[in-house]
């Protein structure tokens, strides 16, 4: 295990400025995702770790040591590539054991160590099999037990299930954040899809243009987003426009049709706002129920967990979920109330 930190990282590829001073930090142990849109920079971070990019500023640290001009092979980083990067020609145990063999280490060792690395990945006896007869999934654990066998002090993983469909992918985040805590290594976790980054993460740092938009753990990153942005890109949420409106010691955000009550963080009353409110957030209400706004819905999808009740929140697009057993009888075209708590809002000065 190991303690990685960037400092002020920096990356052009022509006039094209990628990276913008990104600098941030990986406890030893813990697994890091880096999160965002395509382009942002996140890949390219990852290289620059392991080396296979260098930056124009800038340095990477392991355990406080300056490694940002040590080789890519003397840094104990291991890397999991998008494309697995496998040996057609090879069976699994040779392209596992193949950085052992290029390190000239012992073939009783490789051996040893190459089917320890399988076990780990739950391929144990696959060492004769050819990579090219495997699935998916399995290739895509034979390309982890290849970055593994090296125990590497750090382990980088670029965007490694993209190309799994919806079931292997929910199967291998789970085991390889199960494998991730077992052995301990501190690990960074390239990818942009927003679920798969929640449900693996001990922390989440989201990009955008090459900046940090946003970093903390999972709950407060979806929870309590920083920007229209971030509120936009984790899980989509509802962005409702109005302006600050007080009553008392009580604030709102609200227009002509629309008043949803907010916890003060700032800003004049009138103020211009857009408000971030996630649709699971909104509960079915009485019309005489405090915090009470008018919702009329237009149409409703079964989700299998929940209904997507699309409709309109006074003028205002909205999308809500629900469970079942509070959307059922629900049709389309109906009026009905809804609200939210104060502390399930967040709202941004226009």
Known sequence: MAELAVKDLRKSFGDHEVLKGISFQVESGKFLSLLGPSGCGKSTILRIICGLETADSGEVLVDGKDVTKVRPEKREIGLVFQNYAL????????????????????????????????????????????????SGGEQQRVALARALVTKPNILLLDEPLSALDRKVRGEMQYEIRNLQRQIGTTTVFVTHDQEEALTMSDKIILLNRGNIEQEGDPWSIYSRPVSVFASDFMGKANLLSGKLAREGDKWFIADDKIRVPVNYVGGEEGAAVRAAARGEYFELCDASDEGANAFHLVSKVFTGLSWKLIGRLGDQPMDLSMLGISADLLESGADIYVRIKPENIVYYLE
Request: aromatic share 6%; charged share 25%.
């Open 87 to 134: 040996f057609p020609s090879m069976n699994v145990e040779k392209n596992v054991g193949y950085g052992l063999k290029m390190h000239k280490v012992p073939q009783n060792e490789i051996t040893e160590r190459v089917a320890e690395a399988l076990e780990q990945v739950k391929l144990g006896g696959y060492q004769n099999r050819k990579v090219t007869q495997l």
